[in-house]
């Protein structure tokens, strides 16, 4: 079976204390690749060293809403310099988070529409963070498409049904974290049997929201093959073949991966 973490956090306290541990637990749970996904530009070395030390293992570099003020003056230049990296192959995560509100809501929108342009010029998919802020989100990626179209993708996706419509009639894929796993994530779970399955993959945004039945633990990327498994079943499809649609879609969207 093949597997990919489309989207982690390798260099977070809790995972990079023992990572090679953690590589080799998601290794033997046939996990094949994982994407290490960088929040503030302090992360970007880090995450960057990981992917060239690891075979397995990717790169983002990308500013997270929470951290949008305090790289409100982050240009085009700098992610467009990092992003021609071998190992970076994707642009974020970036977006808009009103919910925790830690940055200027236009801060925050002005440094999204930054990482949209990077990730159109570079052909790399932008990586989207998105929570109580589905009007602005979807309007910004409308209007954005409309001035050429560009690759994305929204993880660890928590909207609503209407909010998952709009982004994949504008070409967006959709990835499903351990959050699907839970027991009050009803209206989640009725998305995830809808969601195209060319547009589909699944994470674990760990060290965060580990899945049932690890629920209370660090969440690590061989986690993932718990939340790919209960997806296939919401699905009604075996779990290796949901494991190889997914894995198959990584590398559609994430071009450069392969």
Request: net charge negative; with cysteine.
């Given at each position: 079976m093949?597997?990919?973490?489309?989207?982690?956090?390798?260099?977070?306290?809790r995972?990079?204390?023992d990572?090679?541990?953690?590589?080799?637990?998601?290794?033997?749970?046939?996990?094949?690749g994982?994407?290490?996904?960088?929040?503030?530009?302090?992360?970007?070395?880090?995450?960057?060293a990981?992917?060239?030390r690891?075979?397995?293992?990717?790169?983002?570099?990308?500013?997270?809403?929470?951290?949008?003020?305090?790289?409100?003056?982050?240009?085009?230049?700098?992610?467009?310099?990092?992003?021609?990296?071998?190992?970076?192959?994707?642009?974020?995560e970036?977006?808009?988070?009103?919910?925790?509100?830690?940055?200027?809501?236009?801060?925050?929108?002005?440094?999204?529409?930054v990482?949209?342009g990077?990730?159109?010029?570079?052909?790399?998919?932008?990586?989207?963070h998105?929570?109580d802020?589905?009007?602005?989100?979807a309007?910004?990626?409308?209007?954005?498409?409309?001035?050429?179209?560009?690759?994305?993708?929204?993880?660890?996706?928590t909207?609503s049904?209407?909010?998952a419509?709009?982004?994949?009639?504008?070409?967006?894929t959709?990835?499903?974290?351990?959050?699907v796993?839970f027991?009050?994530?009803?209206?989640?779970?009725a998305?995830?049997?809808?969601?195209?399955?060319?547009?589909?993959?699944?994470?674990?945004?760990?060290?965060f929201?580990?899945?049932?039945p690890?629920?209370?633990?660090?969440?690590?990327?061989?986690f993932?093959?718990?939340?790919?498994?209960f997806?296939?079943?919401?699905?009604?499809?075996?779990?290796?073949?949901?494991?190889?649609?997914?894995?198959?879609?990584?590398?559609a969207?994430?071009?450069?991966?392969?």
């Amino acid at each position: 079976m093949r597997l990919i973490d489309s989207h982690c956090h390798l260099e977070y306290e809790r995972l990079v204390e023992d990572q090679p541990a953690v590589l080799q637990r998601a290794r033997d749970a046939g996990v094949t690749g994982m994407l290490n996904i960088s929040t503030r530009r302090s992360e970007w070395d880090r995450v960057i060293a990981t992917a060239e030390r690891e075979p397995d293992v990717w790169a983002s570099v990308g500013i997270h809403p929470h951290e949008a003020d305090a790289h409100a003056d982050l240009g085009r230049e700098a992610l467009f310099v990092a992003a021609g990296h071998p190992k970076v192959i994707g642009i974020g995560e970036t977006g808009l988070d009103y919910y925790y509100d830690k940055s200027d809501r236009a801060v925050q929108r002005d440094l999204f529409r930054v990482h949209i342009g990077v990730a159109r010029e570079t052909g790399l998919p932008i990586i989207i963070h998105t929570r109580d802020a589905e009007d602005d989100t979807a309007a910004i990626l409308a209007d954005e498409m409309e001035q050429g179209a560009f690759p994305a993708l929204i993880h660890c996706f928590t909207a609503s049904a209407d909010f998952a419509r709009k982004v994949l009639d504008l070409g967006v894929t959709i990835s499903l974290s351990g959050i699907v796993t839970f027991k009050n994530a009803t209206e989640l779970q009725a998305v995830a049997k809808d969601v195209p399955s060319d547009r589909l993959l699944v994470e674990t945004d760990s060290p965060f929201l580990a899945p049932v039945p690890h629920r209370g633990k660090p969440c690590e990327p061989a986690f993932v093959r718990d939340t790919a498994a209960f997806v296939a079943n919401l699905r009604g499809v075996e779990t290796e073949e949901l494991a190889e649609t997914t894995s198959a879609n990584f590398f559609a969207l994430f071009g450069k991966a392969a």
